[in-house]
């Protein structure tokens, strides 16, 4: 659920530093009484607005990088009573959504299930090259205090998600808070994992309901519904669409042998429903992420991504791996992580590997000697660089980078301190190629 990863997450890392403001300045001509001679003063070139090409969350802060690694900036953003920020969707004008959270109402005593969600959370459009920050979606007389953004739909139409006495539930909502209509009824479950197709027309989601996980499609309302995978005992989590629009990417996780889902199957279904297809054998991927140390622990699930010609990133587990964090079967989840840290025990770990999901073949893009966990990849806007996750067994996690075709792995930052980075996101080429142009 966003918002929770822990960071994160779930619990979330996130970021305040300046944004760069675009300051335009031009100077007159100047009179010197001295001589009575008239001078021109030089014209000041402007400071270049700030262009970055990945967002990250750090330590309760948003930060943004280049992808040469060689500036690093976090967010000026700032509100009365929010405590930590996150950067979600990106609409179609390079503006970011962001989500702040006042101080979590969960804690010692206070269980996650009933206590996080009674956390009041804000919506926000930031403009990254202004540094500009409106609230959206403010009028919460039909809301409750817990919402998170989920997809952006259109230009100025959003689907968020609620929760309110336990139950969740998407929303469709315009930016200024009108028109607000169900996309899921309350006691369908717990729908999140949305994406959109490429032609814009159609979402597809997971719904964690009673009869367990399932991954549908739908059109922008929440109707016209297609259930592309379910089965009993098979937790199918995550969506997002092939290129061609022909095919959902998820996992599948067997809840029944693995209670702390830490591992996966990669999978692909037809928009239709027609056709499932399991591309990994024995649970090959690593989907639970889990890392740090009893200071700087965190987590939140891995999903798969495509890349431009069609191919499948995702975390392959090596051989016999084990985490350090392990779940505690038979006890109370009371914290949404219920893990203990035994690093002696941990071993092995996980590469990012490119997947042809026609013929099946598995190509490893990384290697580390000793191995590290190498999670949470995706391919650029331009199809030339793969940005990654990294952690050494019982360390915080480190934001990396490396050619589409693997190698020149370069790492980028390891966060505010060295104390982690998580949850890279490319920003839009497009936006990047205007402001280029601009300059």
Known sequence: MSGSRGQDGAAATMGRRAAIRRITSSAGAVVLAAGCRSVQRRKEEPPKPWRPH???TSQGRIGSLTVDGKEERYLDVSAPGQATWQPGPILPDGRVILLSMEPRRDGPGRPFDKYYTQTPTHLWIHDLETGGLREIVADRKNLPVFVTPALVVGPQRLLIQVVRDGVGQVLGVNLDGSDLREFTRTGEGLPYGLSLSPDGRRVAFHLAGPEGYQVWTSDLDGRDRVRVAAAQGHLYFGTNWSPDGAWILYVDCVAGSDPGHDWADVCVGRTDGSEHRVLTSGQAM????????????????????WTQDGSILFPQRLPGSKVAWEYRVGQADVDHFNREF??????GGSEICRLDPQGGAITPLTRSDPPTWDFRASESPDGSTIVFCRAATGEPPAIWVMDSRGGGERRLTAGRGGLGADHPRWLPERRRAEDEGKA
């Open 286 to 305: 690593w989907f639970a992420a889990t890392y740090g140390g009893r200071t700087t622990r965190g987590g939140g699930s891995n999903v798969p991504a």
């Open 54 to 56: 990945l967002l990250f």
């Open 342 to 347: 035994k690093p002696e025990l941990a071993r």
